[in-house]
């Protein structure tokens, strides 16, 4: 959701406006990687009153470069107020990209350690700091610069060189569903359907994804699953009906006293990008294309 971010101004809508723009060259670079690489779009938001109406009449006034369009209520595949239509919002297997990812790297003179950082420490150095990277295995490194995106993890990793930079855990579950018949309309679904704070992402001729659940802390509990699959109402009766194939569930590091994410290079060479809470696969663009920026700025600074 990244054309239909509900403010136009600020840190998230640039980093949105400069995923979305880097998005298409993205999965271009990536798909011989992982030739099921897609985009899937349009995204479809359902407004449930009429005062959401008109916010999404206003995002369609304001952005009218951005492919967003109104959908009047009787055209929207469930029953709702209207709906904004986002021809350029959609969806991206994140396991696939994650695939496209680790085989494209492979390219590159890049060494991959599969082990887990349990400290991180300064070593002053003439010309300012190293910073020493030590593992479970009992290797250790020295280094000019260090990207911290260990999530959850990354405040022990921060703390002990004077930073605080606290997380909260919130954890979602999602819902794969198998129908026991289509509703009517199904050809004509988006490739993402936004109602009710929930995502329903149409998989094949009778399937359907249902997510995501945001439960403060680290325990799933299972009223929320199926609370998730009642709140849709009478309408998707057919969504409570579906026979549960799978679910998952995963957990989001949201920023405690920040907004999301953390992108900040804390000391020269110290760089923390991470605490996306909701958006790390929308903003993963716009993080790698900062952390980037933030690498050149160092080599041009200690050369
Ligand atoms: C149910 C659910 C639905 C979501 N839906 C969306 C969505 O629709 N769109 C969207 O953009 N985002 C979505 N998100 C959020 C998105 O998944 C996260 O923002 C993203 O995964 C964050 O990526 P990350 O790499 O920063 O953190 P993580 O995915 O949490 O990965 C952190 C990594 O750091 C590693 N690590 C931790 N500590 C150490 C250490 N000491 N040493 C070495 N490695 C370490 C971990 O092993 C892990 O691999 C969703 C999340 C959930 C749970």
């Known amino acids: 959701m990244g054309n239909v971010f509900r403010r136009s101004s600020g840190r998230g809508w640039r980093l949105r406006r400069s995923s979305m723009t880097l998005w298409p060259s993205w999965i271009e670079t990536l798909q011989p990687f992982a030739p099921e690489l897609r985009f899937q779009s349009p995204l479809l938001q359902l407004a449930e009153d009429s005062s959401a109406v008109e916010r999404q009449r206003q995002l369609v006034e304001q952005r009218p470069e951005l492919g967003l369009e109104l959908v009047r209520a009787e055209h929207c595949p469930l029953p709702c107020a209207g709906g904004l239509r986002s021809a350029e919002d959609g969806w991206i297997n994140p396991l696939v990209l994650q695939k496209a990812l680790r085989q494209a790297i492979h390219q590159g003179p890049i060494q ?82 936004v109602h009710k704070g929930f995502n329903l992402i149409p998989t094949g001729p009778c399937t359907l ?50 907004a999301a994410p953390m992108l900040e290079m804390l000391e020269p060479g110290l760089i923390l990008a991470t605490g ?18 933030q690498l050149d700025d160092l080599m041009e600074t200690n050369f």
């Open 209 to 258: 994804l249902l997510g995501a659940t945001l439960e403060p802390g680290e325990q799933a509990d299972p009223t929320h699953l199926s609370a998730m699959q009642r709140l849709l109402g009478k309408a998707t009766d057919w969504i409570e009906r579906a026979k549960v194939s799978g679910s998952w569930c995963g957990l989001r590091a949201r920023p405690v006293d920040r």
């Open 276 to 293: 996306h809470y909701r958006n790390g696969v929308l903003l993963t663009p716009a993080t790698a294309e900062w952390i980037k920026d």
């Open 112 to 193: 991959q350690k599969n082990v887990k950082v349990c400290r991180l420490s300064r070593e002053r150095v003439k010309a300012g700091s190293l910073w020493r990277i030590e593992s479970d295995d009992g290797d250790s490194s020295l280094h000019a610069a260090v990207v911290i995106c260990s999530a959850l993890d990354s405040a022990a990793l921060l703390e002990p060189l004077g930073h605080q930079r606290p997380m909260s855990a919130v954890l979602g579950q999602v819902l794969a569903l198998e129908l026991d018949a289509p509703p009517k309309n199904w050809n004509t679904w988006p490739a993402v359907l």
